[in-house]
């Protein structure tokens, strides 16, 4: 076999792995784009008050930049240890490790109450199975913002439209109403 070829390869072997989902997680592991991270954030009116729970966090990116462009508190959790472990070195080079919490864990076993502000980047059917524990654990008032999955029937408060590569894609925001 050729040295590119098995080059390519193990490049493959390599992305697959870094996609794969870890045992245990219903979501592999896919990056928000910087430029949705943003929009997000700014879709929730996220500010200094505000506590960011990221769930399915991957590498804190989200709860990190909710930390130092927003002054926010955030809680990332994720169930893979390897991404928690790079989560908390991310947020020691960005300088934001006193306002930001990574837990590894699952996330349907978390405790979301502290939460004000909720991320998701999940599929829709882990966000229809999420709904239930969100609705018991938040607060009236708690914003909620999906990257490309809706929660089915619920009406989202907010929708924005963001263009990734010539393709356009939804972010939601969801207001949890009083019980």
């Known amino acids: ?8 390869l193990i490049g493959l ?7 794969a989902p870890h045992p245990g997680a219903d979501v592999p592991f896919l990056v928000t784009p910087p430029e949705v991270v943003d929009r997000m954030l700014k879709l929730a009116r996220v500010g200094p008050a505000d506590v960011v729970y990221d769930l399915g966090s991957g590498d804190g990116r989200l709860v990190i930049a909710a930390a130092r462009d927003f002054q926010a508190r955030g809680v990332g959790i994720e169930i893979d240890p390897t991404l ?5 070195e991310y947020a020691r080079r960005a300088g934001v490790e006193p306002r930001v919490t990574f837990v590894e864990q699952d996330l349907f076993q978390a405790d979301l109450s ?7 980047y ?32 619920w ?3 907010s929708m924005l439209r963001v263009d990734i590569n010539g393709r356009t894609t939804p972010v939601y925001l969801w207001v949890v109403k009083p019980r």
């Open 1 to 8: 076999m050729q040295r590119s070829t098995v080059a390519g």
């Open 13 to 19: 072997v390599l992305l697959a792995g870094a996609c």
């Open 84 to 88: 928690v472990a790079r989560s908390r």
């Open 114 to 120: 502290a939460a004000t502000v909720v991320t998701l």
């Open 122 to 153: 999940l599929t829709r059917e882990v966000n229809l199975r999420l709904r239930p524990k969100l609705e018991r654990e938040l607060a009236p008032g708690t914003r909620v913002v999906s990257f490309n999955f809706d929660m089915g029937d």
């Open 155 to 157: 009406e989202p408060a």
